[in-house]
């Protein structure tokens, strides 16, 4: 994962799909984010798609500004959350399992 900065001072991330597919899980830990531009929810749900390609389960752990932003773009709880890293932790753990299980 990459974190740009543009011209305009806006950060953005960009996903790098060989790293996705290098690890078990991830926390996308942005609880200390004030801005997020509306292009952020496109970027998350790219994230969302490489990591499911790759068969990673991931979180996002996000501060009340990125909730609210996700509540309004994502009104349909696509994107895993947490509430904190453990909790996050938690969840891929627990999705870990049952793939494991299934397979």
Excluded: Y
Excluded at 5 to 29: A, H, M, N, Y
């Amino acid at each position: 994962m990459a974190i740009e900065s543009d011209s305009s001072s806006q950060i953005g991330l960009r996903p790098s799909p060989r790293k996705v597919r290098e690890t078990f899980g991830l926390i996308l830990d942005l609880s200390g984010v004030d801005f997020l531009c509306a292009r952020g929810i496109s970027v998350l749900n790219t994230l969302d798609n490489d990591c499911r390609t790759a068969g990673t389960h991931w979180a996002i752990v996000g501060s009340p500004f990125v909730r609210r932003l996700l509540r309004i773009g994502d009104p349909s709880d696509a994107l895993p959350t947490a509430s904190s890293e453990r909790q996050g932790l938690n969840a891929i753990d627990a999705k870990r399992q049952a793939s494991l299980a299934a397979s």
